[in-house]
T-cell receptor, first 113, second 112 residues
Framework: NAGVTQTPKFQVLKTGQSMTLQCAQD?????MYWYRQDPGMGLRLIYY???????DKGEVPNGYNVSRLNKREFSLRLESAAPSQTSVYFC????????????FGSGTRLTVV | GENVEQHPSTLSVQEGDSAVIKCTYS??????FPWYKQELGKRPQLIID?????GEKKDQRIAVTLNKTAKHFSLHITETQPEDSAVYFC???????????FGAGTRLTVKP
């Protein structure tokens, strides 16, 4: 039982490049989330998927897109990376949205130069 | 939307002492309040949570208290140990709502 698996763990991009962060959970959770973590700012919600087939914007969605490929997988795409997107990205999932603790992935440290 | 403020940003205690971290929230409709612990380079992990119909919850050395009227909740760690050193995050949300907001975090250092 792997929980929430994120890939890659580290990535360096040049400004303007694109990439997709992958996330998969094997806990049969309905809701999945993408957060970014910056020093002194806690975790900020980028996008979420309340259930398979739905996605919605969170607090800081600009510059990102997401795809809920199936119940297990939720990917985050940066179409044209900017230095302001340098951050640690966490995927999370929960069985029942908003009422149970989230299970987080191990994170992706992204640097945009 | 919800706004969560967390204090202090850093906290240093001697091993065996107690540590208290406080959070305030803005949306009176929030009814679920989890706490996460994040060790250096690791993922956040849920350590305790509380719902608004409960004023206090304990789990061994960890307890959380909630004051709905004042809209604040606190994490209490007793008999601290070096392995308690980590960043702690509070959060607030409305059950069945996807917009869980996190505090900025408290870096706790427990000195042996």
């Amino acid at each position: 039982n792997a929980g929430v698996t994120q890939t890659p763990k580290f990535q360096v991009l040049k400004t303007g490049q694109s990439m997709t962060l992958q996330c998969a959970q094997d806990m049969n959770h309905n809701s999945m989330y993408w957060y970014r973590q910056d020093p002194g700012m806690g975790l900020r919600l980028i996008y979420y998927s309340a259930s398979e087939g739905t996605t919605d914007k969170g607090e800081v969605p600009n510059g990102y897109n997401v795809s809920r490929l199936n119940k297990r997988e939720f990917s985050l795409r940066l179409e044209s990376a900017a230095p302001s997107q340098t951050s640690v990205y966490f995927c999370a999932s929960t069985l029942r949205t908003g009422s149970l603790g989230y299970t987080f992935g191990s994170g992706t440290r992204l640097t945009v130069v | 939307g919800e706004n969560v403020e967390q204090h202090p940003s850093t906290l240093s205690v001697q091993e065996g002492d107690s540590a208290v971290i406080k959070c305030t929230y803005s949306d009176s409709a929030s009814n679920y309040f989890p706490w996460y612990k994040q060790e250096l380079g690791k993922r956040p992990q849920l350590i305790i949570d509380i719902r608004s119909n409960v004023g206090e919850k304990k789990d061994q050395r960890i307890a959380v208290t909630l004051n709905k009227t004042a809209k604040h909740f606190s994490l209490h760690i007793t008999e601290t140990q070096p392995e308690d050193s980590a960043v702690y995050f509070c959060a607030a949300s409305i059950i069945d709502n996807n917009d869980m907001r996190f505090g900025a975090g408290t870096r706790l250092t427990v000195k042996p």
